[in-house]
């Protein structure tokens, strides 16, 4: 398995909806706001690296998603 922790702004009116969607995304093991720079934190897991473009692309499909960026485990 591969991790990936995936830093997430959002709309802030839309936060906690981006949360249950993000939950519903195969992939995404935990997910929580915070405050900060970035609004929400969603810590994945996928099991190759391929897998990874497909899981971004559907996090950053999310109405209220504005902007994310991924911290990918080496």
């Known amino acids: ?10 709309e802030k009116v839309s936060i906690l909806d981006v949360v249950k969607k993000l939950e519903k995304i195969p992939g995404v093991a935990e997910t929580f706001p915070t405050f900060g720079r970035f609004d929400i934190v969603a810590f994945c897991e996928v099991e190759k690296r391929e897998d990874i473009t497909p899981l971004i692309r559907k996090i950053n499909a999310i109405e209220g998603v504005y902007k994310t960026e991924s911290l990918i485990e080496l």
């Open 1 to 10: 398995m591969i991790q990936v922790c995936i830093l997430i702004n959002a």
